[in-house]
Each structure stands twice: as structure tokens, then as C-alpha cells.
């Protein structure tokens, strides 16, 4: 019952209930994420799940144990990360030409087509290349990539039905392609 005592002392703010709690799953939370994510993102997956933890104390009902409930907290915010980074990474490779939302990007050992464009483009000349768009075009491309809207969230900001804004998304992002395109080809080639 030595978990009641600690849970008893993070929830009143004890101080030294919060050192117990890093020293025994600082490495064990370290190990899940460099498993998950490798060793770049550590730090950042520690300090993320502490933070879930000491935010989110008050609500552990005890249907488990805590380190159980520490390590689903690791897994989900190093699940989080991994999303973000395979959609981050998805934008910048392929401009999107999603058939399902929820489709995952194909691992980044795959080239895809784009990839070679992209390694020679700077984020100074996508910014470029974005602002050269039409405002319809910038706004669906910023809902969607940068703000990571839903199609029905961007569908009520603009207005439109979803399939429309799919349809206009796909054009935008085919348009945002073809100028980073003719930004690569050297001078005087066609």
C-alpha cells in the first residue's frame, strides 16, 4: 500500500511525494518513450507526462495501479507525439491527397514523390509559396495543415459542405505543388 501513500502525498502537494514519484519512473518513463519515439523527443515525453500526472492526480480512482496509469499516460502522450511528428511530415511530403482522414502516412523510409522537391525547398520558400496562392487556396491550406482543422470544423468556418472542401483543398494543395515546382526547376528549363 506504499502506492496509497504517495498518491495521498501528491495530491496534497507534498513536495517530497513529488522527488519520490520522479526518481522511481523518471528512467522507466524515459525507456517507454525512447522505445516509442526514439532518443530525440525524451525530455520532451518526460516532462509531458509529469505534467499529466501532477495535473491529473486528483482524478486517478485507483482502478489500477498507478504505474499502470503512469505508463498508459507515457504511452498515449508518446502516441501524441508520434502523430504529430507522421502528420507534420505528411504535410511537408505529399501536400495531403488524403482519400480517408484518419488514413495514416506511409512510413518515412518510403519515398514518396514529392520527397526529393522537398529536401531542395527551404520552409522560407513554402511560406512563399503559399502566400503567391489565392486567399481561398492560403485559407484552407492554414485551416487545414497548420491549424489541423477537421473538414466539418472548416466546412462551418468557410461555409461550404465537406465535399466541397475536400475538392477545393485538393486543388489548393495540387496548385501549392505545382508553384514549389517551377520554384525548383533552374532558370531557362521548362
Not at 502525498?9 to 522505445?35: C, D, F, W
Not at 484518419?102 to 514523390?113: L, N, R
Not at 466539418?152 to 485538393?170: E, F, Q, Y
Request: with cysteine; aromatic share 6%.
Amino acid at each position: 500500500m506504499r502506492d496509497s501513500k504517495l498518491i495521498r502525498g501528491l495530491r496534497n502537494g507534498e513536495p517530497e511525494a513529488y522527488r519520490k514519484l520522479y526518481n522511481e519512473y523518471v528512467q522507466k518513463i524515459g525507456r517507454i518513450a525512447k522505445s516509442y519515439i526514439g532518443v530525440d523527443d525524451v525530455e520532451d515525453v518526460i516532462q509531458e507526462v509529469f505534467m499529466k500526472v501532477y495535473k491529473n492526480i486528483r482524478k486517478f480512482r485507483g482502478d489500477s495501479a498507478l504505474s499502470t496509469w503512469i505508463y498508459r499516460i507515457a504511452v498515449n502522450v508518446c502516441k501524441d507525439m508520434l502523430l504529430k511528428k507522421r502528420k507534420k511530415r505528411e504535410i511537408l511530403t505529399s501536400f495531403g491527397l488524403e482519400e480517408d482522414e484518419k488514413a495514416m502516412p506511409e512510413p518515412v523510409e518510403e519515398m514518396q514523390p514529392t520527397d526529393e522537391l522537398l529536401r531542395e525547398v527551404s520552409a522560407e520558400e513554402i511560406r512563399r509559396a503559399i502566400e503567391s496562392l489565392s486567399e481561398e487556396d492560403r485559407l484552407l491550406i492554414t485551416l487545414r495543415e497548420i491549424e489541423e482543422m477537421s473538414y466539418s470544423d472548416m466546412a462551418n468556418v468557410v461555409g461550404k459542405p465537406v465535399g466541397t472542401i475536400k475538392s477545393r483543398l485538393h486543388y489548393a494543395r495540387e496548385r501549392l505543388k505545382g508553384v514549389l515546382e517551377d520554384n525548383m526547376r533552374p532558370a531557362g528549363r521548362e
